[in-house]
């Protein structure tokens, strides 16, 4: 199989270029720039361009980049074949010394990581807030919110779930949960595509209180005391 294509495209990210072709491409130490993923950022060295990592690591998928850059909504049945495409080439078992195999797990490990974050809109805003030193607390969305408007309506909806007595009534609340999600996600997105970073903190807030109530009501039994998801 010809892997010259996936050296020469992602060898200028330090990342799957040179791990896919390890022993196969002239770049020395091919997981050297692999072990800096607690970096938020990479440098795009040809165009100077700096951008998440994680968007880097799918070219074919994202080939603008993240936002303002690329758009905030990501084609995930694309970025799933690209994925599986490059998972393929990051198997353990593709090592050819033990040593060689504990860093394609580590690799590996790092593109699942990559491709779980940026799947989902909430892991993938959460992380994009991150990058530029926005981040979210870890407790947003288990306490109760401070914005008076979010507040009433998650604990009108607490209220009702607390007052569920029926896999009907349950169904007719997961469906209402659902459409809340998709709202605030398109929220999400149109904050991200105009660059106003303080709206899409906040809608990234109420989202997250959305997604947790949504995995909480899946523990939902009738009888069973309603918790929010720690």
Known sequence: MNLSWYCARFGRHGTLGRLVHLGQCSAPSPFREFRKSSYIY?????????EPSYYSLFPQTLKSGAPPNGPF???VRKLRREFLKLQSKTHPDLARTEEDKSQYESAS?????????LAS???RALYLLESVGMGIEEDAGREMPQDPELLMEVYELLEEIENCQSEEQ???????????????EKEVEESFDAQDLAMAKKS???????????EALKEWEPGKPFRMVH
Not at 204 to 214: A, D, G, S
């Open 42 to 50: 990479d440098k795009d060295v040809e165009s100077g361009k700096i």
């Open 204 to 214: 990234t807030v109420t989202l997250k209180y959305w997604v947790n109530i949504r």
């Open 121 to 123: 809109p909430l892991s």
């Open 170 to 184: 349950a169904a007719d609340l997961s469906s209402s949960i659902e459409s809340r999600i998709r709202r605030t």
């Open 109 to 117: 490990s790092q593109l699942n990581k990559a491709y779980s974050t």
């Open 73 to 75: 909504a990501v084609d």
